[in-house]
């Protein structure tokens, strides 16, 4: 996606061969224009899968998830981090470790929210190591419903989470990848719709 290159390259901060900084567009700031089209080009990619929910993680993961389920007509579901008291009865749970902060977070959400016959299209801000996304695909599975595919608007392909999202059987769709982040720039993969 073009558009979200072009920020990437005017506004991303490479902060170590691993760790990219958006946050004046992404994980702070938020860019509502490119976040529609963000939406736009989820939907566009998974507009024939019969998506009846998007999932998501908060916070970074909720603007671009709720853009994709806007264009593709329903609802979006944030999983927590933190457990809320409201949260009580009929919770689903996983374990997520995170890659930016180093710490483990058990996620939730409730079930009332997801059932067997959704078809359930998972977005998140960043792939690196896969975690949150495996951690996301638990939960629907623990829902018993499936995983239509899971959406990603940076993909860091030299970690390992693409590799291994993908080894799992699961249709991934990045609308930025990149190779490498090595000497303090950003190097984009060539590949087609990257
Ligand atoms: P994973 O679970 O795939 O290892 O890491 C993905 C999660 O970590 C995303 O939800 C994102 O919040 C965070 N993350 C991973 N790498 C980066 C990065 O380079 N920059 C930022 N801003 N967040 C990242």
């Known amino acids: ?56 993680i908060e916070s970074s993961g909720i603007a671009p998830g709720l853009m994709a389920a806007l264009e ?10 933190r457990k809320s008291l409201t949260l009580v009865n009929d919770v689903l749970t996983s374990t997520v470790h995170s890659f930016t902060k180093n710490e483990t977070n058990e996620i939730s959400v409730s079930s009332k929210f997801i059932n067997s016959t959704d078809n359930v299209l998972i977005i998140d801000d960043f792939l690196a190591n896969g975690q949150a996304a495996l951690g996301l695909a638990d939960l629907v599975q623990q829902a018993g419903a499936n995983v239509a595919g ?16 993908n080894e799992k059987g699961y249709r991934v769709e990045s609308l930025a990848r990149i190779q490498s982040l090595e000497n303090g720039k950003v190097t984009f993969s060539e590949e087609v719709g990257a």
């Open 1 to 56: 996606m073009d558009l979200l290159k072009q920020k990437i390259n005017s506004e991303g901060t490479v902060l170590s061969e691993h760790v990219l900084k958006v946050d004046s567009f992404i994980n702070h700031q938020i860019d509502p224009a490119l976040m529609v089209e963000i939406g736009k080009e989820f939907a566009k990619r998974f507009k024939d899968n019969q998506i009846t929910k998007v999932l998501t």
């Open 150 to 165: 899971i959406g990603i608007v940076i993909e860091k392909s030299f970690q390992q989470g693409r590799q291994l999202l």
């Open 72 to 81: 593709l007509s329903v609802p979006v579901i944030f999983a927590r981090k």
